[in-house]
């Protein structure tokens, strides 16, 4: 089985500083691992993916995440908070194994900006 | 751009009503899915479609089923709608490893 964990329901940050959103994995094989941002009442938008190659991966909206294989962990980061970043961001992987587009989501993280 | 378009934004049913939400992607996906959306549970997979009248079921199918007539449409059905199916239904369709989310239909049934 795949699993997704987001061990922060809630993250607050000052508009300007950096963030970083959390995310741990479990899966057979190796992963891909998306990240997805939902702005109220939409669905859900696609931020970035990591397939493989380099482990920094650069998505929309100034966004990265970097995939470490040793801690299971694909983290989204941003260097700079703006305040129309505040949204609900979901982690999800796919294990290769499976062969299929089938995503196992994360809870979400609720990002909020701080003016 | 992909779209993926969903039949109804807001929904409201009664308890037992036979209830059905549409999706329909312009992108000739094979892929198609259905979730539900709660709070502190995240997307959870309802069922999903690989091709033309093919489907499998998610990690919550109980009290649902789809139906893939054509490739562009994938529909959710509620045999018997009851209050625990209150929630936010997000349709996806997916090419290459990328999921194309509709904007969702947030169903209430009292």
């Known amino acids: 089985a795949q699993s997704v964990a987001q061990p922060e329901d809630q993250v607050n940050v000052a508009e300007g500083n950096p963030l970083t959103v959390k995310c741990t994995y479990s899966?057979?094989?190796?992963?891909?691992l998306f990240w997805y941002v939902q702005y109220p009442n939409r669905g859900l938008q696609f931020l970035l993916k990591?397939?493989?190659?380099?482990?920094l991966v650069k998505g929309s909206y100034g966004f990265e995440a970097e995939f470490n294989k040793s801690q299971t962990s694909f983290h989204l980061k941003k260097p700079s908070a703006l305040v129309s970043d505040s949204a609900l961001y979901f982690c999800?992987?796919?294990?290769?194994?499976?062969?299929?587009?089938?995503?196992?989501f994360g809870t979400g993280t609720r990002l909020t900006i701080i003016p | 751009d992909v779209k993926v378009t969903q039949s109804s934004r807001y929904l409201v049913k009664r308890t037992g009503e036979k209830v059905f939400l549409e999706c329909v992607q312009d992108?000739?996906?094979?892929?198609m899915f259905w979730y539900r959306q709660d709070p502190g549970l995240g997307l959870r997979l309802i069922y999903f479609?690989?091709?033309?009248?093919?489907?499998e079921k998610g990690d919550i199918p109980e009290g649902y089923s789809v139906s893939r007539e054509k490739k562009e449409r994938f529909s959710l059905i509620l045999e018997s709608a009851s209050t625990n199916q209150t929630s936010m239904y997000l349709c996806?369709?997916?090419?290459?490893?990328?999921?194309?989310f509709g904007p969702g239909t947030r169903l209430t049934v009292t």
């Open positions: 996806a369709s997916s090419s290459i490893h990328e999921q194309y």
């Open positions: 899966v057979s094989g190796n992963p891909y």
């Open positions: 990591y397939i493989t190659g380099d482990n």
């Open positions: 999800a992987v796919n294990g290769v194994s499976f062969g299929n587009e089938k995503l196992t």
């Open positions: 992108m000739d996906h094979e892929n």
């Open positions: 479609s690989y091709d033309v009248k093919m489907k």
